[in-house]
């Protein structure tokens, strides 16, 4: 076989260097996958470093996570007066990956009047479930209340649900 008619995957550098630049084009086709959602990464988990053979540039190539994901029902919760005092929050992953959360807590100028008392949500919830938090209203006198819920997952954005309510003696 003349020299001019030598594949280029015929000789041992070539070989190397076009499965090399495989290794290197499906790497990245995984990492574009992972990160869109096609191959059931990306999104919401940590973020992962891929070693690579070949890439001239150190061999490593550092894919960044996205904020964890994830839905509050009701967006805001409502006591009434003669109505009943707990009422479950559902708080759903709809990302990939599992959610780790902070203490769910109870916040502003009557936050006394309000607690967190079951949550199924702790430490973390699955990817694409959902878990619940009970909200108790126990007001000391007479008036109207007004707090907030906030759900925030570890390495993410707070979401805050508005939690009012209204007693009468």
């Keep these: 076989m003349s020299e001019r008619s030598r594949s280029f995957f ?15 084009a499906v790497v990245g086709f995984l990492t574009v996958g992972t990160q869109l959602g096609w191959l059931g ?12 053979a070949g890439t001239g540039a150190g061999g490593v190539a550092t894919t960044a996570a996205g904020p964890p994901t994830f839905t509050v029902e009701p967006s805001r919760v409502t006591f009434e007066a003669l109505g009943q005092r707990e009422v479950l929050v559902t708080v759903r992953n709809n990302g990939t990956s599992a959610i780790t959360w ?6 502003g100028p009557d936050a006394a009047a309000f607690s967190v008392t079951d949550v199924s949500c702790l430490p973390q919830v699955a990817a694409g479930r959902s878990c619940e938090v009970r909200v108790r209203f ?9 707090a907030r819920l906030v759900v925030e997952p570890q390495g993410g954005t707070a979401r805050e649900v508005d939690v009012t309510g209204r007693h009468i003696l």
């Design 10 to 24: 015929t000789t041992t550098t070539g070989l190397v260097t076009g499965l090399a630049a495989l290794l290197t």
């Design 41 to 52: 990464g990306g999104g919401d988990g940590p973020a992962t470093t891929t070693t690579v």
């Design 102 to 107: 902070r203490p769910f807590t109870i916040s």
């Design 138 to 146: 126990a007001p000391p006198r007479s008036g109207d209340y007004a």
